[in-house]
Every structure is written in structure tokens, then in C-alpha cells.
């Protein structure tokens, strides 16, 4: 399949960890970027290829992925980080791109 | 500092154009395909199309729900990208975001609003 599945919502209380997962069967050939979106605002860049934050986004955000699943965490969450988070990848060819659903993460 | 700036939307009937424009600053403009994404309200983001460098052949690729009537282009002398949208429809109603597109997205425009409606 050509889509990437992410779950619709994820809730934990500040300072747990929050996994959001993205799944599709092109990720076993291509990298999966992650976005942070907050209400009324531009999504944001919050981790790049091999896992890489880019400058200005927190250490608690960290990457990973197992085959056709990439893995966003945000470890010590805090009310900061509540938003919609959506998972991004170039489609097989590279001709394409394609968006994940979004999770919406919820702070407790 | 990198910034992106679209602009050129409003309210627009069925089956009309209309053209969004992507003003770009802080870097080179050239060394960078452009990507288009859409958000529908309360939905999520939408791929919608992107160019390529001149380079290699500042060509575009779209998204099936607007391939044939979505355009993109560019103006490297400007350093503006556009997005021509044709025969629009009600479905074709969202915030349009232009992105420099590196495979991921690092920068992103504020948005503009595009509404299709009779």
C-alpha cells in the first residue's frame, strides 16, 4: 500500500512519554519526516532523515523506526507539545509525497 | 533568515482559476524544489504538487486529485514559485502551504486561505 497510517490520537500526562507511529509499506524503502502542527499555525520540521532534530526543536524528541513503522517519541512531554503531529515520506518512485492522517497528541 | 510567503487567495466560484504565488527570501531560491500542501478545514495535510529545479528541468509532479488542472511553476529570477489552479472545485476549498521541499520540508509559509464556493 501506498499510504502512511498513523493512529488518530495519542493522550498521555506531562512528563510520560508519547509514541506516535506511522506505518506503510513504502518505509521499508523510504524515510519518514515528522511535522508538528499547533492550531491556526504552519506544521514544523520536528525531525528530518536519520533522525536528526533540526535546530531549535528539544532533545526530548527523538526518532526510530522497525521496518515498514518510523516512531516518533517525546520523551518528558510537556503541555508544549500538545498539537497534531503528522508523518510525511517521498512515495516509492520519489515522484510523490505523501501525509499521514495526523495524530493529535493530548496532554493530560 | 529563510521565509516563504504565499499570497493570492480568496474567494472563488466553481469552475473558476485562480493563482497562489510563493515569495521566497533567505536563500537560494534556485538550489531548491518547491512543494505545495494543502489543508481542508478541521483535515489533515495534503500533498498537492511540486517543482523541480531548473536543473532538473524545473518540471512538476501532483497529486491524482489535481493532476490536469494544477500547475506549478517558477520563477528563478524572482525567486517566486506559483500554483495555478484551474476548473476549481468546492473539494479544492483549504489553506494552501508552499514548502522548500528537500524530501522533507524544513521551511514553511504562514498559508493562504483558498475558498471555492457559489
Known amino acids: 500500500s501506498f499510504e502512511l497510517k498513523q493512529p488518530p490520537s495519542v493522550s498521555v500526562s506531562p512528563g510520560q512519554t508519547a509514541r506516535i507511529t506511522c506505518s506503510g509499506d513504502?518505509?521499508?524503502?523510504?524515510?519518514a519526516y515528522w511535522y508538528q502542527q499547533k492550531p491556526g499555525q504552519a506544521p514544523v520540521l520536528v525531525m528530518d532523515?536519520?533522525?536528526k532534530r533540526p535546530s531549535g526543536i528539544p532533545e526530548r524528541f527523538s526518532g526510530s523506526n522497525s521496518g515498514t513503522t518510523f516512531t516518533l517519541t517525546i520523551s518528558g512531554v510537556q503541555t508544549e507539545d500538545e498539537a497534531d503531529y503528522y508523518c510525511?515520506?517521498?512515495?516509492?518512485?520519489?515522484?510523490?509525497?505523501?501525509f499521514g492522517g495526523g495524530t493529535k497528541l493530548t496532554v493530560l | 533568515e529563510v521565509q516563504l510567503v504565499e499570497s493570492g487567495g480568496g474567494l472563488v466560484q466553481p469552475g473558476r482559476s485562480l493563482r497562489l504565488s510563493c515569495s521566497t527570501s533567505?536563500?537560494?531560491?534556485?538550489?531548491?524544489?518547491i512543494s505545495w500542501v494543502r489543508q481542508a478545514p478541521g483535515k489533515g495535510l495534503e500533498w498537492v504538487g511540486y517543482?523541480?529545479?531548473?536543473?532538473?528541468?524545473?518540471?512538476?509532479e501532483y497529486a491524482a486529485s489535481v493532476k490536469g488542472r494544477f500547475t506549478v511553476s517558477r520563477d528563478d529570477s524572482k525567486s517566486i514559485a506559483y500554483l495555478q489552479m484551474n476548473s476549481l472545485q468546492t473539494a479544492d476549498t483549504a489553506v494552501y502551504y508552499c514548502?522548500?521541499?528537500?524530501?522533507?520540508?524544513?521551511?514553511w509559509g504562514q498559508g493562504t486561505l483558498v475558498t471555492v464556493s457559489s
Open positions: 514548502a522548500r521541499d528537500t524530501l522533507a520540508y524544513d521551511y
Open positions: 533567505g536563500f537560494t531560491f534556485g538550489d531548491f524544489a
Open positions: 517543482i523541480r529545479r531548473e536543473v532538473y528541468g524545473g518540471t512538476g
Open positions: 513504502v518505509l521499508s524503502k523510504q524515510e
Open positions: 532523515e536519520d533522525f
Open positions: 510525511q515520506s517521498p512515495d516509492i518512485s520519489g515522484l510523490s509525497r505523501l
